[in-house]
């Protein structure tokens, strides 16, 4: 089955800007060529090194982001037999809370479980409460995937989501992601994530698309 696909480019102004890096940073790579000290050579070819090192960084760094391709799964086909899975150890309960009201409120039917491995009486509380499906173990072997691979033994499900006690979806997690499966060569699927305090100092708003954008959602993207 095909997948949408979609790519987007650097707007003219931005392309503008790196050929004007690209013509200066060649204008001083050779430059630079004709100013090593003598008097301290391995020293001075170091300082190039680094230099040299922070424009190929650089040019990695255009590759990566000069067109980026944008996916879009299909709507996934009804009745699809989905577990949410959340595991904790240690965490609050009050992080687990928005994590696990995030969760069940997801668009598509399916089951919240949380993972106990802490085996805490206030996270099987907190289950009850939200009216999640909940299961501990006594022993935490393999730490977080023991826990998944022990929730396995009761959940009945076809595709299983697995979030961390910190991470909230997006209610539109399970319709954007569910349709990548009606390809049968796909088994896995892994989505950015973005931090959502958004008064740090690399949070950069963009009023015309009334989008965020920071530093961190290169290296997630």
Known sequence: MQRARDYTSLEPARKLV?????????????????????????LSLTLFAAELYGILTVLLHLFMTWRLTVRNA?????????????PTLDEEAVMLRQTLL????????????????????????LAEELGCNYVARAKNTQAKAGSLNNALRYVDAEYVAIFDADHVPSR???????????????????????FYNLDSYQHRWDLSERAIWTEQALFFR
Request: overall charge positive; aromatic content about 16%.
């Open 172 to 194: 539109r997690f399970l319709t954007r992601t569910l349709g990548y499966f009606a390809d049968e060569h796909v088994a896995f699927v892994q989505t950015p994530q973005d």
């Open 102 to 125: 995030a969760a069940m409120k997801m668009d598509y039917p399916h089951e919240t479980w949380l993972l106990d491995d802490g085996n805490r009486p206030e996270m099987r509380r």
């Open 18 to 42: 790196v050929f004007a890096f690209l013509i200066v940073a060649t204008w001083y790579l050779t430059w630079r060529l004709g100013t090593f000290n003598r008097a301290h050579l391995w």
């Open 74 to 86: 299909a709507p996934p086909r009804s009745g699809l037999k989905v577990a949410v899975l959340i």
